[in-house]
């Protein structure tokens, strides 16, 4: 049976260690340029669609329980604890420091550290010259990850997202453990636009709580809605992979979509080794922040 582990002394959740869920995506949205998984086996694209089958205990049952508690009362529930902001006030590269205090049971020697992680990311934008706010977006999008030291929950943090207030996808992964989800006994809130007008744009939609949406309340006011948009939506597979709920878009939203699949593979297919070095390149990456963002803000 899967187990509580402690991260930080404070989460909990069944998976050793937060980033089990993102190699976990990895492994159902394997990399195009090659069909070899990050365990260096070479699986046809075809073998992942088993990805279910194939998946780790701990992370399939971080799956039930993020299925099962993310409604559309905790969705406004966490929106009403951490909204406005005001659990925190530090500066980016300060919150990366910050993010970097969350211990699991990874190895420190062989594994990468969360600002390590970041940076293998916006570095891999850099390297194929996009403009400097699409980096900076890279060396942030995971900041939102700092709630697990508030003490929430794995499920409350991590996992792809959805909108909650109208029917579950049955593109959403694991989609069967929305059985367990209060909301499935809710009529008013299982037809296909649920709470919202049908194009309403997914500025009105509620989705389900976690890193993305905290991480984008917080930037919200410095960055171009391109940069949001990655940002807000980056683990929202069930759009910007499988194409579901388009009936709660505008125009506008899908412009934004072809940000977010671009921003995709640098989150998923980043991840190597080869450790970036965080001192030389701290220089940079300070004057990049300084350029966006105030020396301090609200979380
Ligand atoms: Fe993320
Ligand atoms: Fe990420």
Redesign the pocket.
Known sequence: MPHSKSVSGSSAGPMDHLDDW?QSLAARYPSAESSTALDGSSKKAEEFRDYAADVRPTVREFYRQNHRHQTLAFVLEKKRQYLPLRTRRMGIWEAMEFLNTLVDDSDPDTDLSQIEHLMQTSEAIRRDGHPRWFVLTGLI??LGKILCLYGEPQWAV?GDTFPVGCAFSDKIVFSEFFAENPDSLDPKLQTPGGIYEAGCGLDAVHLSWG??EYLYQAVKPYLPDEALAMIRY??CYAIHREGAYDHLMTDRDRELFAWVRAFNPY?LYSKSAVRPDVKSLRPYYEELIAEFFPPTLDW
Request: aromatic share 0%.
């Open positions: 993102e999008h995971d991590v890193h993305d980056h683990s989150d």
